[in-house]
């Protein structure tokens, strides 16, 4: 099973990261690469060479995942990665933050404010009243915290609702008209009618 992360650096290290990987073997091995967090699991530091930078565990605003190919024609699926490190310049401050505002693409430039639907506002008291109430309901019971607050709000609702409702007109009477018979035997025929049905 692979396990694979992002590792967002800035330019400066990201070309000597370049150099380190292009190298060969033999060269490489004096200059060591190594990352370490410390107790939190959210900061730590990435030591490349003789260097040392500060680095912080972020979460991704969404699930990336990750593909490979072997014949560069069919894709395989290979990870769904939702955390980055994100390595800084030493002076950089760290972010205050756990969750990264930014996904990796620009389209997902500040996704969780443009992207994503808002958390609801609910009162926590209201929500645990409710909750308390379908445990009561579900265990076959009934529901014990209808006040009589809630009854005399209803019952307003509706006397409002009555005393905004206008009164019905009552339909009127139709006049007695008689109804001619003369035409009564064959109803009359338009010119639609009189065309040729034989095609």
């Known amino acids: 099973m692979e396990e694979q992360l992002i590792l967002r650096v800035p330019p400066s290290i990201a070309e000597k990261l370049d150099r380190l990987l292009s190298e ?18 959210r900061s730590g530091t990435f030591v490349i060479g003789d260097e040392r930078f500060p680095a912080s565990l972020l979460d991704l605003p969404c699930v990336v995942e990750s593909y490979k190919t072997y014949d560069d024609c069919a894709l395989v699926k290979t990870s769904d990665i939702g955390q980055m490190v994100m390595v800084r310049e ?3 401050t760290a972010p205050d933050v756990v969750e990264y505002r930014h996904g990796l693409t620009p389209p997902m430039r500040d996704a969780r404010k443009r992207r994503f639907r808002r958390e609801p506002d609910l009162n926590p008291e209201l929500v645990q009243r409710v909750e308390k109430d379908l445990l009561n309901i579900m265990a076959g019971g009934t529901v014990d915290n209808a006040d009589a607050e809630a009854n005399e709000q209803e019952e307003g609702v509706q006397n409002a609702h009555k005393a905004n409702k206008k009164p019905e007109p009552a339909p009127e009477a139709k006049p007695d008209v008689p109804e001619t018979t003369a035409n009564a035997e064959e109803p009359e025929r338009s010119d639609s009618d009189d065309s040729d049905d034989s095609i």
């Open 90 to 92: 030493a002076g950089d």
């Open 24 to 41: 060969t073997a033999s060269s490489s091995e004096e200059q060591s690469l190594d990352l370490s967090f410390s107790e939190d699991g």
